[in-house]
């Protein structure tokens, strides 16, 4: 199937822990993003990247990185983790050079204990 | 700054028609998008407006209007699937082609 998968689903860890969230896109978009999803829904752009290039970086904590190894991935590491981590976190990809429509992967959903 | 403004929580009955408003403030932006998003769901999109008036697709209308700095999700002839949570979202802008700001959602519960 052509969409965003995502990995791992759920991720449970203890705070001062560091993590990896994985991201691939096989819809041959040139553009991916990270977002964060709190727990009242709230949906908030963290990173982008545009052929590999960081063109979105917003204000983040800098434990967290994102990576992008190839167009088609996109990762995100988390150092530290603290509690007010704890949301999901969504990958998303768009063709072209507009962001305008977003294609969503299913997200993960990250508990910090 | 970017703000959008919709409300929390809409109620409707199925075969009933809503309309889920979004105000927003800002400036130098192309277009108002709509994504629908079921509990423990991915955003999915619905539809892009980048010229005022009104745009179809199926039972799902958006309307946009720039002077009003206001668009609307219209739903006609409501399903019970189709409670979830509607997000406007305002971009991409001249500030940057890629950026969407999201407004902070509306919860719709379509009831029998």
């Known amino acids: 199937d052509t969409a965003v998968s995502q990995t791992p689903k759920y991720l449970v860890t203890q705070m001062g822990n560091d993590k990896s969230i994985k991201c691939e896109q096989n819809?041959?978009?040139?553009?991916m993003y990270w977002y964060k999803q709190d727990s009242k829904k709230f949906l908030k752009i963290m990173f982008s990247y545009n052929n590999k290039e960081l063109i979105i970086n917003e204000t983040v904590p800098n434990r967290f990185s994102p990576k992008s190894p190839d167009k088609a991935h996109l990762n995100l590491h988390i150092n530290s983790l603290e509690l007010g981590d704890s949301a999901v976190y969504f990958c998303a990809s768009s063709p072209g050079t507009s962001g305008r429509r977003q294609y969503f992967g299913p997200g993960t959903r990250l508990t910090v204990t | 700054g970017q703000s959008l403004e919709q409300p929390s929580e809409v109620t409707a009955v199925e075969g009933a028609i809503v309309q889920i408003n979004c105000t927003y403030q800002t400036s130098g932006f192309y277009g108002l998008s709509w994504y629908q998003q079921h509990d423990g769901g991915a955003p999915t999109f619905l539809s892009y407006?980048?010229?005022?008036g009104l745009e179809e697709t199926g039972r799902f209308s958006s309307f946009l209007s720039r002077s009003d700095s206001y668009g609307y999700l219209l739903l006609q002839e409501l399903q019970m699937k189709d409670s979830a949570s509607y997000f406007c979202a305002v971009g991409p802008s001249m500030d940057s082609s890629y950026k969407l700001i999201f407004g902070s959602g509306t919860r719709l519960l379509v009831r029998p």
């Open positions: 407006n980048a010229l005022d």
């Open positions: 819809l041959g978009h040139d553009t």
